[in-house]
């Protein structure tokens, strides 16, 4: 007899033999037993864990000769040919390829037949999220009102896909991802059915490999027989799995936290030569800080099912981080999950993400950018005011002279990043105090700092600093002036004497920004009086 596979031979063909699924089990049985069965039954969850298997031994137990039994007896003539898929009352549709309204109206026709043998007519629809919208709709009716001898089971494993209209008109079971140690004890009495020597070290990566199917992790084991022979070990399985171990991942965590993008590409490139495949690698890399989280966040280590030496390495790791610092490295490798899981270029992906990852020293926290004030770096860095810079000078166009309807403006940015304009009458030693005025101010008020970045021009003149704003800038030159004591103060402990602000528009000659009428004239306020209706009363000076 040919070779059969390990996730077909070892299917479970009766209840009692499914893992981890002891509710769906349970609320089947009890349905037949107090002979409650529903007319259709939707079964949800991810791949492998036995939707369709479930499925199949619900319609032996409904259709075996000694039934509706809760246990079939996998002996009779019915249930053989369901197991074998051959039952003319059973049929198994791939909604793949039976996708269109004209199948679902075909098999809509047949359930007007009585069943030709069986007790129950029965349509087990896998990958049901498959079928078409209109499919769908075709279906609604006689899901609703089905014949007594028809039952409908759909299996899928994404149910979000799956119409609400039909959802609220059929039963929906949905199985869970089986636990680690369910996966392990399946393997081991697989394995000893088998006569394979394989070591509890193997098994257990070979679980979390299979990350909750059954099917999965048979499909690994099945090939790592084919490479081992009759005695596997966990190095045998590293070797298949492409595996990284615990050590490579503590080392590549830091050289993430240390912002070391040389040595993240020393290191792929060492996996690379290893064989590893990176989707995998990066798989077990999230799973490594997970670990980390749990350590530092206080988790039972049980939790981790880690060896002595891998739990030591783990630990390790973690005392170099804060728990902060560990969710924000989780948070920034997970943002990439997806797109590794999907990219051509798996190893280009992976180096991508890591090396995004390594901006993480460069990283500030918001409580630390509101204790510094709200600046994001450092204002002599970011103002441009600096005294011993160089300024550029141009002579300011005198400021009774009328200036162009709607000027245009330059970009913000471009007005974020200027230089400011000095008085060229003045001395050199005077622009640069201009500039160091403008940068303990913004070291003391980032805000209203960078509202002196806007302004047009600006100047000391005798006992008073000047701060010239183009009309467009009314809000900044406002702002300015609310604070005009508060510069003023500044601008004193400067130059050590009294010192006055004063803020002068460029558009109306002599007259100061902070006064009533630029109310009258802000944008907004225009806005409003002319779709609102609205209408400045009492015009008052700040």
């Given at each position: 007899?040919?070779?059969?596979?390990?996730?077909?031979?070892?299917?479970?063909?009766?209840?009692?033999?499914?893992?981890?699924?002891?509710?769906?089990?349970?609320?089947?049985?009890?349905?037949?037993?107090?002979?409650?069965?529903?007319?259709?039954?939707?079964?949800?969850?991810?791949?492998?864990?036995?939707?369709?298997?479930?499925?199949?031994?619900?319609?032996?137990?409904?259709?075996?000769?000694?039934?509706p039994?809760?246990?079939?007896?996998?002996?009779?003539?019915?249930?053989?040919?369901?197991?074998?898929?051959?039952?003319?009352?059973?049929?198994?549709?791939?909604?793949?390829?039976?996708?269109?309204?004209?199948?679902?109206?075909?098999?809509?026709?047949?359930?007007?037949f009585?069943?030709?043998?069986?007790?129950?007519?029965?349509?087990?629809?896998?990958?049901?999220?498959?079928?078409?919208?209109?499919?769908?709709?075709?279906l609604?009716?006689?899901?609703?009102?089905?014949?007594?001898?028809?039952?409908?089971?759909?299996?899928?494993?994404?149910?979000?896909?799956?119409?609400?209209?039909?959802?609220?008109?059929?039963q929906?079971?949905?199985?869970?991802?089986?636990?680690?140690?369910?996966?392990?004890?399946r393997?081991?009495?697989?394995?000893?059915?088998?006569?394979?020597?394989?070591?509890?070290?193997?098994?257990?990566?070979?679980?979390?490999?299979?990350?909750?199917?059954?099917?999965?992790?048979?499909?690994?084991?099945?090939?790592?027989?084919?490479?081992?022979?009759?005695?596997?070990?966990?190095?045998?399985?590293?070797?298949?799995?492409?595996?990284?171990?615990?050590?490579?991942?503590?080392?590549?965590?830091?050289?993430?936290?240390?912002?070391?993008?040389?040595?993240?590409?020393?290191?792929?490139?060492?996996?690379?030569?290893?064989?590893?495949?990176?989707?995998?690698?990066?798989?077990?890399?999230?799973?490594f800080?997970?670990?980390?989280?749990?350590?530092?966040?206080?988790?039972?280590?049980?939790?981790?099912?880690?060896?002595?030496?891998?739990l030591?390495?783990?630990?390790?790791?973690?005392?170099?981080?804060?728990?902060?610092?560990?969710?924000?490295?989780?948070?920034?490798?997970?943002?990439?999950?997806?797109?590794?899981?999907?990219?051509?270029?798996?190893?280009?992906?992976?180096?991508?993400?890591?090396?995004?990852?390594?901006?993480?020293?460069?990283?500030?926290?918001?409580?630390?950018?509101?204790?510094?004030g709200?600046?994001?770096?450092?204002?002599?860095?970011?103002?441009?005011?600096?005294?011993?810079?160089?300024t550029?000078?141009?002579?300011?166009?005198?400021?009774?002279?009328?200036?162009?309807?709607?000027?245009p403006?330059p970009?913000?940015?471009?007005?974020?990043?200027?230089?400011?304009?000095?008085?060229?009458?003045?001395?050199?030693?005077?622009?640069?105090?201009?500039?160091?005025?403008?940068?303990?101010?913004?070291?003391?008020?980032?805000?209203?700092?960078?509202?002196?970045?806007?302004?047009?021009?600006?100047?000391?003149?005798?006992?008073r600093?000047?701060?010239?704003?183009?009309?467009?800038?009314?809000?900044?030159?406002?702002?300015?002036?609310?604070?005009?004591?508060?510069?003023?103060?500044?601008?004193?402990?400067?130059?050590?004497?009294?010192?006055?602000?004063?803020?002068?528009?460029?558009?109306q000659?002599g007259?100061?920004?902070?006064?009533?009428?630029?109310?009258r004239?802000?944008?907004?306020?225009?806005?409003?009086?002319?779709?609102?209706?609205?209408?400045?009363?009492?015009?008052?000076?700040?």
């Amino acid at each position: 007899m040919a070779y059969q596979a390990l996730a077909r031979k070892y299917r479970p063909q009766s209840f009692r033999d499914i893992v981890g699924q002891e509710t769906t089990v349970r609320t089947l049985q009890n349905a037949i037993e107090q002979k409650r069965v529903h007319h259709a039954y939707l079964f949800a969850g991810v791949r492998g864990i036995g939707k369709t298997t479930a499925a199949r031994i619900l319609a032996k137990a409904l259709n075996c000769v000694h039934g509706p039994t809760s246990e079939p007896c996998n002996e009779c003539v019915n249930c053989r040919e369901i197991t074998e898929g051959i039952d003319l009352d059973v049929r198994e549709i791939d909604a793949a390829t039976y996708t269109g309204v004209d199948n679902i109206r075909e098999l809509r026709d047949v359930t007007q037949f009585q069943p030709a043998r069986d007790r129950y007519r029965i349509f087990i629809i896998d990958e049901a999220h498959m079928l078409s919208a209109g499919a769908w709709n075709a279906l609604l009716k006689i899901l609703e009102e089905p014949p007594p001898h028809v039952i409908f089971m759909f299996a899928t494993t994404e149910i979000h896909k799956v119409p609400a209209t039909i959802i609220s008109r059929v039963q929906k079971l949905l199985l869970r991802k089986i636990t680690l140690e369910e996966l392990i004890e399946r393997l081991r009495m697989i394995s000893k059915d088998e006569g394979i020597e394989a070591g509890k070290g193997a098994l257990e990566i070979v679980a979390r490999r299979g990350e909750g199917s059954v099917r999965d992790a048979l499909s690994l084991l099945d090939q790592i027989i084919a490479f081992s022979g009759r005695t596997i070990d966990a190095a045998d399985v590293a070797t298949i799995l492409g595996l990284s171990d615990t050590t490579f991942f503590a080392r590549m965590v830091t050289l993430i936290a240390e912002g070391d993008h040389g040595g993240i590409l020393d290191a792929l490139q060492e996996a690379s030569e290893g064989g590893r495949d990176f989707k995998m690698l990066y798989r077990d890399l999230l799973g490594f800080v997970r670990n980390l989280l749990l350590i530092s966040g206080g988790a039972n280590v049980a939790m981790l099912a880690l060896s002595p030496e891998d739990l030591a390495t783990v630990r390790s790791a973690a005392e170099r981080f804060s728990y902060t610092e560990i969710l924000r490295i989780a948070n920034l490798l997970l943002r990439d999950d997806e797109t590794v899981n999907r990219a051509e270029h798996q190893r280009l992906a992976v180096e991508i993400a890591l090396l995004k990852a390594a901006t993480f020293p460069r990283l500030r926290s918001i409580e630390q950018v509101i204790q510094q004030g709200g600046g994001v770096a450092p204002a002599s860095s970011r103002s441009g005011y600096s005294a011993a810079a160089p300024t550029k000078t141009r002579t300011l166009p005198a400021e009774d002279e009328p200036r162009a309807a709607n000027p245009p403006r330059p970009p913000r940015e471009a007005r974020a990043e200027r230089t400011p304009r000095v008085n060229p009458e003045l001395p050199a030693a005077a622009s640069g105090d201009i500039g160091e005025l403008v940068d303990r101010v913004q070291r003391a008020r980032p805000l209203l700092g960078g509202y002196l970045i806007s302004a047009k021009s600006m100047r000391k003149d005798g006992g008073r600093v000047v701060f010239v704003f183009d009309s467009s800038d009314s809000f900044q030159a406002e702002q300015i002036s609310e604070a005009a004591s508060e510069i003023a103060g500044i601008a004193a402990t400067l130059w050590g004497e009294s010192m006055t602000v004063e803020v002068v528009s460029t558009d109306q000659p002599g007259r100061r920004a902070d006064q009533p009428a630029t109310l009258r004239e802000d944008p907004v306020v225009k806005a409003f009086t002319k779709h609102l209706g609205g209408e400045i009363v009492e015009p008052k000076t700040r």
